[in-house]
């Protein structure tokens, strides 16, 4: 009797379940235009004010910085001054985590659908091993949206045991894009820079996490958790979701064997280098990262004229990396209770190495990276760990990596290329490859 009750009841669970996704809503669809528009009313603002040209932005260094001022990163809300590092972990970090999720960026939900990782295939080429995987979202709560995370994994095949791993952040586009072309003689590649540290590295698919447009954020992992409905003005933008794709990523490396993932760095340029610092931010789990050319919205100072502003950010193209809250501060830098120095500083006390180009990157303000460097530093020597110090814009291909946080000004354009050696030499002092004698005889 009570295994036929136990049936029933898992019976009538399923119908009410499966009624229960036929019921729900369909997603809404909005175009970005109609999205971005909906977040201005909700703000109760009639426009953005126009960002800067791409074509003739403000260059010019005795404009750039109209509020020189910087939010104090060891100053509480209350004004107390913090001196220890436990009132760093246990009051301010907390403080300015809260300040970007809700202003900046937007709040990651407490609670996220679960993510089943398949191995889709596992090739060798005797020298590597690849891996492909699809991490399968949860969506029972919504069967309306589906998310399948593309993530690539690539480890040397002549070591037996867990070696570092570097993961980029990409998208399908850029990669099938770049694997058309044929490399110029003498360029690099950072894939055998990587190996020959007996690393390994990792491709993460940023497209099939949240899609890189207004249009798209009732749908992705956006879109599920908000089961179709359009975002509040604090909720998470798709910058905070490509972070949250990667924390996920990192727990799969900790379930594979091949894999220290307690030595997992990350990488990524432009848009996917915000997303990398703000990844960082988030999951205190990575050990390094590679911030290249991530400009407004990464490590740029928010608060500069200088390049690409506060005003571009805000508008229709790129709003959807940030929180809806993020467009009343366009026109009134002034207002922001936040900087990115703090993004850098909730990385501390783990090394980050940030670059931009000398030659045609000047939209993404190297020097105004630098500057939000050397605001950080106070937060770095709190805790232990060495900063950029009192140092001056440096020249050209002359890397500062002697601290723990570190730049450089290659001579590039837009462009991570130039910077992977620099960062191969800066991360090797953080990671370790195992002995050699776990290494597979060749």
Known sequence: MFALQSLACVLLCGLLALSASTTQPAPVKLTTEQDHQRIMQLLNLTSIPPGADGRHPNLDESKANPYPSLPDPLKLNDGEKVTTSRAWWDLRRPEILELFQREIYGRTPKTTPAVTWELTSKTTDGVTVTKKLIGHVDNSSYPQIS?????????????????????????????????????????????????????????????????????????????????????????????????WGASRALDYFQTDPAVDARQVGLEGHSRWGKAALLAMALDQRFAIAYVSSSGQGGAKLLRRNFGELVENVASSGEYHWMAGNFLKYAGHWDDLPVDSHE????????????????????????????????????????????????????????????????????????????????????????????????HRPS
């Open 147 to 243: 998310v399948n995370i593309q993530l690539t994994l690539i480890t040397p095949a002549d070591v037996a045991a867990p070696v570092p791993v570097i993961m980029q952040f990409t998208s399908g586009f850029f990669l099938r894009r770049f694997a058309a072309l044929t490399p110029p003689p003498g360029s690099i590649d950072w894939h055998k820079l990587v190996l020959a540290q007996h690393w390994g590295y990792a491709t993460l698919d940023t497209s099939t996490i949240q899609a890189d447009n207004g249009a798209g954020l009732t749908s992705g992992i956006i879109g599920l958790c908000n089961k179709g409905q359009p975002r509040v003005l604090d909720d998470w933008g798709a910058l905070s979701a490509w972070a």
């Open 343 to 438: 993004l850098i500083a909730l990385c501390a006390p783990r090394p980050v190495l940030i670059t931009g180009g000398a030659n045609g990157d000047s939209w993404v303000d190297p020097h105004g990276m630098f500057m939000a460097a050397i605001a950080a530093g106070p937060v770095y020597r709190l805790l232990g760990a060495k900063d950029l110090g009192d140092a001056d814009m440096p020249a050209v291909d002359v890397p500062l990596i002697d601290g723990d946080l570190a730049f450089e000004l290659h001579n590039g354009g837009h462009t991570d290329v130039p910077s992977w050696p620099t960062f191969i030499t800066f991360a090797g002092r953080y990671l370790h490859a195992p002995p050699a004698d776990v």
